[in-house]
């Protein structure tokens, strides 16, 4: 059974850092895109961050040069470091694992296929 567990969410003051993590389990985690995605209060749900196998990496403009996406094949792990965080960035997280080793859209949400339950970020001014 396929599970995607996040952790490291929490409230910051505007300009903090925060690193979120997120552990899957249940699937070969090694060839797929692991990707974060974020959904504010009354809006639709963004991707924010992707990676695949080959760890080549792709942003939301919105957020490049602030966050990190990485992950550790070992240990099973992918992770979100989030620096300069602004109020804008409040939202619940999430993350997410593609089905397929190779996507097209990787910060389109209807590419994956595996999602975790979210952690909730909170960055006040």
């Known amino acids: 059974q396929v599970h995607l567990v996040e952790s490291g969410g929490g409230s910051v003051q505007a300009g903090g850092s925060l690193t979120l993590s997120c552990t899957a389990s249940?699937?070969?985690?090694?060839?797929?895109?692991i990707a974060w995605f974020r959904q504010p209060p009354g809006k639709e749900r963004e991707g924010v961050a992707a990676?695949?196998?080959?760890?080549?990496?792709s942003y939301a403009d919105s957020v490049k040069g602030r966050f990190t996406i990485s992950k550790d094949n070992a240990q099973k792990t992918g992770y979100l470091q989030m620096n300069s965080l602004k109020s804008e960035d409040t939202a619940m997280y999430y993350c997410?694992?593609?089905?397929?080793?190779?996507?097209?859209?990787?910060?389109?949400?209807?590419?994956?296929?595996?999602w975790g339950q979210g952690t909730q970020v909170t960055a006040s001014s």
């Open positions: 249940g699937f070969t985690y090694s060839n797929r895109y």
């Open positions: 990676i695949d196998s080959d760890g080549r990496t």
């Open positions: 997410a694992a593609s089905i397929p080793r190779y996507l097209s859209e990787p910060l389109r949400h209807y590419s994956y296929g595996y």
